[in-house]
């Protein structure tokens, strides 16, 4: 038998590939070749089988895919506890958006994204997407780090420190994409913010976009009650039906939030085949109301898991939202049995993948795609004893468990040690920041 030599063998006390659904393996290597996974063996078949110039011993821990964030605004981490206990329009207009108005610049966006970056890999996430501005900024950070990153141009109807008015916003973000296409990691989107806050014209003009170039669209939507009413009363329908008349709703088509919802939308989400970026704990917040998440996924609609801002949340530890989305819907539903422990894992791992396109590549442990997953470690107090894997990940603190990761075979995590960014030196330049800022 010729013995193969490759790049890493990761040999596993339990292992969650999230395909085939809900299954669970004990005692087996994942191996990795060229940045993608080979296949997974029992661990003796693998000795067999394989050399490797690295072998990993994940002993005590849960190896699964690395997590999909589908929603957040990272620079806004420099804003973490800045606006805490309001709701949303008089934290965002009173409070965030004066803020950025004075703060906002390349140097804030480079640093509050590398803060969230750090803190993304040290709770699990090795793909998120990100909405905001200065995207080069944004860009430079994913890749110094090693993570894989869905970047939005945010366009809207008025001016921020990044651009004019929305011409300039999609200029902008049309030359991004074409900066950036070469790069694996990085896929490019249109991020019209709101209904409310971006025009008929402008909302056409990204639809054809997004058609023409294949980019997805992103956008918050029906995020409250007041959005819903607003709409109705200038526009006569509600804001997931305007979208829907300015073509709009697309199979790439990214919704966020989407908490005040009927009948008619779930079929209007269903029927175009969009996307839902969930995110509870801001939504909670924020007060902004419960998305009806069973209701989507009886309708066959793709549920995704994001965090939202750490200006709104206040954390990007996707595991604790999974935790959060779970008991959600548990509440609102009145059904203990729904969003089980392995649904809330493939939210926020093959369906955040399916939202971004990526589904092909990431999202779950199967030969051929990239090697980006996570080692949990399972033998903490709180963690015992283990019956259940699944849900011992979803409902106990894993996030603060993850001791390693990878993107496409590249460690960014090692033993709880970030591999590619300085930890101290970025706590010094967040405290600058913070005395910058609090002294306004």
Request: charge should be negative.
């Amino acid at each position: 038998m010729t013995i193969k030599k490759i790049d890493l063998l990761i040999n596993c006390q339990w292992i969650i590939p999230i395909i085939p659904r809900d299954s669970m393996l004990k005692d087996c290597t994942i191996a990795v070749d060229a940045g993608r996974i080979i296949g997974i063996f029992p661990q003796r078949e693998a000795a067999k089988k394989f050399t490797a110039a690295k072998v990993e011993q994940m002993d005590h821990h849960v190896v699964m895919p690395g997590l999909i964030n589908s929603h957040g605004h990272a620079a806004m981490t420099l804003l973490r506890g800045y606006a805490d206990d309001l709701s949303l329009k008089p934290w965002l207009e009173d409070h965030i958006w004066p803020a950025e108005a004075q703060f906002l610049s390349e140097q804030f966006v480079a640093d509050g994204t590398q803060l969230a970056v750090a803190e993304m890999i040290k709770s699990g996430t090795t793909c998120f997407a990100d909405m905001y501005f200065f995207h080069e900024a944004i860009a430079n950070q994913v890749r110094s780090a090693g993570l894989r990153s869905q970047i939005g141009f945010t366009v809207l109807d008025f001016a921020t420190p990044y651009g004019r008015d929305a011409d300039d916003y999609i200029h902008k973000g049309l030359a991004l994409r074409d900066s950036l296409k070469d790069q694996p990691l990085i896929k490019i989107a249109c991020a019209p913010h709101a209904p409310y806050s971006v025009s008929d014209q402008t909302l056409r003009i990204l639809a054809t976009y997004a058609n023409e170039l294949d980019m997805a669209i992103h956008i918050h939507c029906h995020e409250t009650a007041n959005e819903v009413a607003e709409s109705l009363d200038k526009h006569g329908c509600r804001p997931l039906e305007r979208l829907n008349n300015l073509g709009v709703l697309l199979p790439q088509t990214q919704l966020v939030h989407m908490t005040q919802i009927i009948n008619e939308d779930i079929a209007l989400v269903r029927d175009h085949g969009c996307h839902i970026m969930h995110c509870p704990q801001s939504n909670l917040k924020l007060a902004s109301g419960f998305c009806p998440i069973t209701e989507f996924m009886a309708n066959g609609v793709n549920v995704s898991l994001g965090t939202d801002s750490a200006a709104s949340n206040n954390d990007l530890d996707l595991f604790s939202e999974m935790q959060t989305a779970t008991l959600l819907a548990k509440g609102v539903s009145g059904d203990a049995a729904s969003l089980d422990a392995h649904a809330a894992l493939r939210m926020a791992t093959i369906n955040g993948a399916a939202a971004l396109g990526w589904d092909n590549e990431i999202g779950s442990l199967e030969p051929g795609k990239y090697a980006d997953l996570i080692a949990i470690k399972i033998d903490s107090i709180s963690q015992q004893p283990l019956y259940n894997p699944a849900s011992q990940l979803v409902y106990t603190n894993a996030g603060s468990q993850v001791s390693h990761s990878w993107v496409a075979g590249k460690k960014l995590l090692d033993n709880r040690q970030l591999c590619s960014i300085d930890e101290h030196g970025l706590i010094q330049k967040t405290e600058q920041w913070r005395n910058r800022i609090q002294a306004t």
